[in-house]
């Protein structure tokens, strides 16, 4: 084996089937690189002896003729999946000792077919963030660096998950996207994330944060990459209400590259005011590879873009006010002791958790409150459907649709925005999509001035993952993006 | 809309959240600036629309009435900063 870090999931699953390498000696690389890697603090949890146990086993499996869809792969897995005997904490204080004695669906299935755990990656706390600085275990950093030398964001809030990819520190990641957190950590890290259609992975044992957004979904390097894990991660599952049953098609036999007369639209409202010359050369570059590989590129109008994340700045909020409210100091989690119970409850949340999920739950029980919740909680509720039913009408029209993931590069954490609504608006490209449930796929495609990842993103329809994937497949091998 | 520090105070009672004294001018600044910020929905006109519950065409799952899950207490318990036997133990609660 030339470098066993520079193998795709794909080339990895077929080395390990020539057994031009076993599951141990790839665990092993991984393992070496996440020592080597440290400083980009992509985990919380390293779980090195878990991961070779479980390689080892893999590699008895496969030599049985035992062989999962993800056998002998080692992942890195989002620190907000519960796994059973790994302390999972969310990115937070309140969390810092919480060891599961469950294992989420989404885990569950991924080592069901042979996966095999690395560790715990880090996150924005509760997943509520942009750029992973609101972790309590400390901010993450991308593993591209600008002529600047400066240490940039990898994104967030999955921006543990998509700089351990970037740097080679998994092979593959778990993420979860609420608003954007597995795409926008994808672009910034130029890697390649899918967050599938709401209901198509269940939540069943992932730390709540807007379960009416939240959706499980994966890093990995190539397009390719992404349909293999997210194949073996999908299903309805019983203990998810809100997870469909719905036959989870071949996404790997989805990728044919042959998207001759698909139509692509291009929202103009995503032509925001003062958005950099690149990425709008890039998206155009984007559009041109899709036109040469015979798509028709169609120019739609999606209105009401710009309420998007004043819509999901009251949902998530009022959200996440709710499921946070578990946080007591009486089931699990932190307590600090109070002079009586709802002293306690007041101190352990006080101490537990950090600003910005202060902020978050703050702003949600004031929307969520007699006399508010009306005119700002219905009323996004009102303004959600009316988003959901534009993307509805435009689908009618076409099969897909492209536009840039980020309105910039990933920013240096210095630089980061310290006003909560500056630091919102990473999120305008990808909040939408969020609202209406609808897949997306956000892939490298090229680089910014001073040398940092930009990305696009794909858009289907709903339960299309597979139409994205392809889509993006054209993409990806039109921009022979060089990975680190 | 800009809220002030009584409002805050009262929404961090709700929330049950300590917010210390020196925390309670930051904490008004910013979630006007929120409140502000999302107010931009106020110029679309969504009267007649039924308010979305889910983006899925969601139901209730049914099925049959039986136990099929629990018996293990230990497991429950297993993360609980305070127990006693088979309980989840809180500070005094009635005087």
Known sequence: MSNALDLTLADALSALEKKELSSVELTEAYIAQMDATRDLNAYITETPDIALDMAKASDARRAAGDVGLMEGVPVGIKDLFCTEGTRTTAGSHILENFVPTYESTVTTKLFSQGAVMLGKTNLDEFAMGSSNQTSYYGDCASPWKAADGKARTPGGSSGGSASAVAAKSALATTGTDTGGSIRQPAAFCGITGIKPTYGRCSRWGVVAFASSLDQPGCFGRTVEDNAIMLQAMAGYDPKDSTSIDRAVPDYRAQITGDIKGKKIGIPKEYRVDGMPQEIEKLWQQGMDWLRDAGAEIVDISLPLTDKALPTYYIIAPAEASSNLARYDGVRYGLRVEGADLDDMYAKTRGQGFGEEVKRRIMIGTYVLSAGYYDAYYNKARRVRKMILNEFLDVYNQVDAILTPTTPSAAFTLDDAPTDPVTMYLNDVFTVPASLAGLPGLSLPAGLSSEGLPLGLQVLGKPFEEGEVLNVASVLEAAAGFQRL | ?95
């Open chain 2, 1 to 95: 809309m800009a809220i002030d520090r009584d409002t805050v105070t009262r929404v961090a009672f709700l929330s049950r959240l300590e917010i210390e004294d020196a925390q309670k001018d930051a904490m008004t600044h910013d979630l006007s600036n929120i409140l502000t910020f999302v107010e931009a929905l106020n110029d679309v006109d969504a009267s007649g629309v039924e308010p979305m519950t889910s983006v899925v065409e969601a139901y209730a799952p049914l099925r049959e009435d039986q136990v099929n899950d629990g018996g293990y207490p230990d497991k429950v318990l297993a993360n609980a900063p305070d127990r006693v036997q088979d309980f989840y133990a809180v500070p005094k609660v009635v005087e």
